[in-house]
Structures are given as structure tokens and as C-alpha cells.
């Protein structure tokens, strides 16, 4: 047999025995620092207590909470059907069934943004798309959808349109009534301006 | 501001190195290649190609065998240094039934008619005319199964694995399977050509110049 041959042979052993050798590890698509930063500065990876209220209470089947606090914490208070991934747990397999889901928006909470956050730049980097961060996490979920504080009688009649969805949402949460003092309740007046009227028709 | 992502990394298309317009571009540079390779490794003489089937000339497993060893081996180092993701590459669904039915029937034409889909265009390339005829017959193959589909589409898709690889069906890590791979080929290279040195008599080994 031709001596060049046996020389291509024992190279391409050498390649493949090499093989057996690498460290294991885990290529993540690269994220470009500069565009991670753009990225971070943007608020579009925040959704408000409000919109997650409504996701569970709507049974939303496109979006799927997952609690990154540590697990003590998930199992004295979290929100239902939250999954619980520890922020040093991101990068087990468990974590990348949960997350790998096409076309299922992940919202990341802790008790504040911090941690969500974190997690949040770390699912980045591992090159998930769709995850997005509960902006305020569980304090803010407690101030305004477990006890949520009437706006003052002069807020715009949006603040109480979302004061009454928040009472709504906290005793669906909650299962307590609120008790909605009937003496307290106040009628608005609303005068109503008149609409100017369009010059229809006519030229 | 720079916002696009520098480093390379392949896939290129599905990763948007290169925009996916290009892909047919792509694909006729490869073709070109790759026909030019299959000329050059004498795959146009259908007496290589059914050689392997009487058992006394086996270039074709060979090259078939070394091209895919050199991917193989390749595509790992590749994904190991981070240069392709292993887990974006296509991976062709799996479907045993019509595999098995196919690969039969492939075979057959390969002794049939000394050529496969791809040498019965180098052949027609350097002008032979049994080439030619095949590539008639490729067409009508084509034209029939694509007209008998419809009958035969559940037993097509029958038995489907999906997109299987090694790794997930048998377990075995993708590194370690190469290895053993390369163990075979090598015992598949020396053993095939023993057998072509006992037929043919006076073997005329190629020499690297």
C-alpha cells in the first residue's frame, strides 16, 4: 500500500481519537457586546403587572411565566402556574426545555427587576428569543394587584378604569372581597362637551 | 452605530451571514465542484460505479466513505471551535419505509444502469451516450412517482423518526461514533483493497505526485 496512504490514515485517526478529547461545551449563538447593550438600554423587555394579571387571568396560552427567585422563595409565594428556574440554574437542560419553546413569550420575575434582569441578559447571550422581564416582579405585583390604592378623586378616568380592573384581578388572586364602602362612593358628574358638529356634504 | 454582528459563525444563511438569496448561487458553485470531483475520481466510467457490486473496484465506497470521514470529523472541530452551530444544520427527516424501498430501488439502478443520479450528468458532460439515455430514464422515474404521490403519499411518510441523528436514536455521542466510524473506514479501505488486489491481478496503484 502506498505510504502516503498510511500517513493520510494515521492523521485521520489522530483527528478523530482527538475528538474524544474536547471538552464538552455548549455553543450558544454569539451576541454582539454592542448590540446586547442596545439591547439592555431598550424598555421593550418590560411588561407591567397589569398586562400579566390579565395573561393569567385570560389563560393565555402564548405566554408562560418562570419565577427565577430561589426555590424556598417559589414555594412560599409565587404566581400560579409560574415555572421555577433558580438564576444558577439557567443553563441545566431543565431550564432549555422550558425556554427552547417556539413561539411561547417567556416573562422572567423575581421580587424585584434585578434578578430578572440578569436573568433576562443571561437568556440573551444563550440566544433565546421571546423572553421578557415583569417589570417591578412580585413587590410591584403586590402593590398594585394585591392591594391596589385608589387613584385620587382628580386622576384621569383611566386611572380608575385600571383601579377596578386591579380590585377585579385581586380578588380573583386573592379569593378575599374587598369591601367597597357604599357612604364613600362618590358620583361623578360628567358634563359632556358638546361635539362640533362636521359641515356634511355640501360644496 | 454598528449593530451588526461581526464574528462569523455558520450556518451562514439561517444565521444571516449571507442573505438567503444567494443560496441558489451557492448551490451551482458547490454543483460545479462537485461535479468537477466526480469527473476527476473517474466516476463517469460506469465500470468504477457497478465495480463495487462485482467486487472488483471499489473507488467509489472509497471516496464516498474519505468525503464523508473528512465532513464528519470537520463539522465537529468546526462546532467545536465555535465556528458552525451543529444544531442548526438541516438534518434530513428520517422515514424507514420508503428509505428502505428506496435505497433498494436505488441500488438496482445503480447496476442497472452503471450510473448514479449525479455521474449521469458528468457523463452526459463528457458526452456519453448510455449516460444520456439513463438521465431520460431519471426524468421519467421523476415524472412518474411524482404523478403516482398522491397514492403513495402515507406510505411515504410512513414510519417517520423525524429528524433523527445518531446521537439521539442509539445514544452515543456524536465524538465518540466518529471515532469508531474512522476505525471502520480505515478496515473497509484495507479490506476492499485486498479484495481488488486478488481480482485484479496487476493493481496499478494511484501515486500522489
Redesign the interface.
Same mark, same amino acid.
Given at each position: 500500500m502506498n505510504r502516503n496512504y498510511i500517513l493520510l490514515m494515521i492523521v485521520i485517526v489522530v483527528l478523530a481519537g482527538g475528538l474524544l478529547f474536547l471538552p464538552q461545551k455548549a455553543n450558544y449563538i454569539q451576541q454582539d457586546p454592542e448590540k446586547l447593550m442596545w439591547d439592555i438600554a431598550q424598555p421593550t423587555r418590560y411588561i407591567t403587572t397589569d398586562e400579566v394579571a390579565k395573561m393569567i387571568i385570560e389563560k393565555d396560552p402564548l405566554y408562560q411565566l418562570v419565577d427565577v427567585r430561589a426555590d424556598y422563595d417559589y414555594d412560599m409565594f409565587s404566581l400560579p402556574g409560574a415555572y421555577n428556574i433558580p438564576l444558577d440554574s439557567l443553563l441545566t437542560e431543565q431550564s432549555d426545555i422550558i425556554l427552547d419553546v417556539e413561539d411561547i413569550n417567556t416573562i422572567l420575575y423575581s421580587d424585584d427587576d434585578l434578578k430578572a434582569d440578569q436573568a433576562w441578559v443571561i437568556t440573551r447571550r444563550m440566544g433565546y428569543k421571546n423572553i421578557y422581564v415583569m417589570k417591578g416582579g412580585l413587590n410591584c405585583w403586590i402593590r398594585t394587584i394585591i392591594q391596589p390604592k385608589e387613584p385620587k378623586e382628580t386622576a384621569p378616568i383611566t386611572e380608575f378604569e385600571l383601579y377596578k380592573f386591579r380590585q377585579g384581578a385581586s380578588i380573583y388572586f386573592t379569593g378575599t372581597e374587598i369591601s367597597l364602602d357604599a357612604g364613600e362612593k362618590k358620583t361623578l358628574n360628567v358634563t359632556r362637551r358638546k361635539k362640533e358638529t362636521v359641515a356634511e356634504g355640501g360644496c | 452605530?454598528? =449593530? *451588526?454582528?461581526?464574528?462569523i459563525?455558520g450556518p451562514l444563511i439561517p =444565521?444571516g451571514q449571507i442573505a438567503s438569496g444567494w443560496d441558489f448561487v451557492i448551490a451551482l458553485l458547490i454543483g460545479i465542484a462537485f461535479g468537477f470531483i466526480l469527473e476527476a475520481s473517474g466516476f463517469s466510467s460506469s465500470r468504477n460505479i457497478t465495480g463495487v457490486f462485482y467486487g472488483y473496484n471499489f473507488v467509489v465506497l472509497r471516496v464516498f466513505l474519505t468525503a464523508v %470521514? %473528512?465532513a464528519m *470529523?470537520g463539522l465537529?472541530?468546526f462546532?467545536?471551535m465555535?465556528w458552525i452551530? =451543529?444544531?442548526l444544520i438541516y438534518v434530513v427527516p428520517t422515514y424507514i419505509n420508503s428509505m428502505v424501498i428506496g435505497s433498494v430501488l436505488m441500488g438496482l439502478g445503480f447496476i442497472l444502469g452503471g450510473f448514479c443520479p449525479g455521474t449521469s450528468y458528468t457523463g452526459i458532460a463528457i458526452g456519453k451516450i448510455d449516460a444520456m439515455v439513463f438521465t431520460g430514464g431519471l426524468f421519467l422515474g421523476i415524472f412518474l412517482f411524482s404523478e403516482l404521490f398522491p397514492a403513495l403519499e402515507s406510505f411515504y411518510y410512513g414510519d417517520s423518526l423525524g429528524s433523527a441523528t445518531i446521537e439521539d436514536v442509539f445514544g452515543i455521542s456524536?465524538?465518540?461514533f466518529?471515532?469508531i466510524? %474512522? *476505525?471502520i473506514a *480505515?478496515i473497509v479501505?484495507?479490506v476492499t483493497?485486498l479484495i481488488e488486489k486478488r481480482v485484479r491481478k496487476t493493481v496499478n496503484?494511484?501515486?500522489?505526485e
Open positions: - | 452605530m454598528d =449593530l *451588526i454582528n461581526t464574528t459563525m =444565521l %470521514v %473528512v *470529523i465537529l472541530y462546532n467545536y465555535g452551530d =451543529l444544531n456524536n465524538e465518540k466518529s471515532f466510524f %474512522v *476505525i *480505515i479501505f484495507y483493497w496503484p494511484y501515486k500522489f
